[in-house]
T-cell receptor, first 113, second 117 residues
Framework: DQQVKQNSPSLSVQEGRISILNCDYTNSMFDYFLWYKKYPAEGPTFLISISSIKDKNEDGRFTVFLNKSAKHLSLHIVPSQPGDSAVYFCAASGIGNTGKLIFGQGTTLQVKP | DADVTQTPRNRITKTGKRIMLECSQTKGHDRMYWYRQDPGLGLRLIYYSFDVKDINKGEISDGYSVSRQAQAKFSLSLESAIPNQTALYFC????????????????FGAGSRLTVL
């Protein structure tokens, strides 16, 4: 039973345009949601997070939106750059924020020059 | 030097062999984790440790064991490797004190790619 789902395995966008990566979850008790980025041969690196009591968090070119009623979050990258090409994982912090993260399957983003 | 170091980075072994993956960190974090990544499944938690005397099973602990030798060291063992344990393994750390002020951000190592023939 996948509690965190990223239904799009891949996404291709043109440099300068917006990239939108989506994530759905099933457990309304999650406290925090995080996005990680992973390059080949490297470990995932933290990108941005959002508390379950917020609906938006912004950090430079990256914005995460949370829609609790729909149990859906999205990561917007504007403008997209070739260096953003990577695998993006959505993760949810377990009940009680114990530190355990539950990850989605990942979405591979390709930004074309 | 990396904050979280995993060794070996790559290992090919045969079915039935014992394998140990090692992880060391310089972050000074109390919490350490082992995750496994498989194509199409994302990262799944194998074991986690909140301090030297605390070891907990994750969602896929069968066939694995761990040892927390010190605050900075957390190793993962496969007592008798099987082909479906072929995967990319990640060690991660986090600062437990940060839980009171925000999301628990994990710092990952570069990964250990294990192939079981």
């Amino acid at each position: 039973d996948q509690q965190v789902k990223q239904n799009s395995p891949s996404l291709s966008v043109q440099e300068g345009r917006i990239s939108i990566l989506n994530c759905d979850y099933t457990n309304s008790m999650f406290d925090y949601f995080l996005w990680y980025k992973k390059y080949p041969a490297e470990g995932p690196t933290f990108l941005i997070s959002i508390s379950s009591i917020k609906d938006k968090n912004e950090d430079g070119r990256f914005t995460v939106f949370l829609n609790k009623s729909a149990k859906h979050l999205s990561l917007h990258i504007v403008p997209s750059q070739p260096g953003d090409s990577a695998v993006y994982f959505c993760a949810a912090s377990g009940i009680g924020n114990t530190g355990k993260l539950i990850f989605g399957q990942g979405t591979t983003l390709q930004v074309k020059p | 030097d990396a904050d979280v170091t995993q060794t070996p980075r790559n290992r090919i072994t045969k079915t039935g062999k014992r394998i140990m993956l090692e992880c060391s960190q310089t972050k000074g974090h109390d919490r350490m984790y082992w995750y496994r990544q498989d194509p199409g499944l994302g990262l799944r938690l194998i074991y986690y440790s909140f301090d030297v005397k605390d070891i907990n099973k994750g969602e896929i602990s069968d066939g694995y064991s761990v040892s927390r030798q010190a605050q900075a060291k957390f190793s993962l063992s496969l007592e008798s490797a099987i082909p479906n344990q072929t995967a990319l393994y990640f060690c991660a750390t986090s600062d437990g004190d940060a839980l009171n002020s925000g999301a628990n951000v994990l710092t990952f190592g570069a990964g250990s790619r294990l192939t079981v023939l």
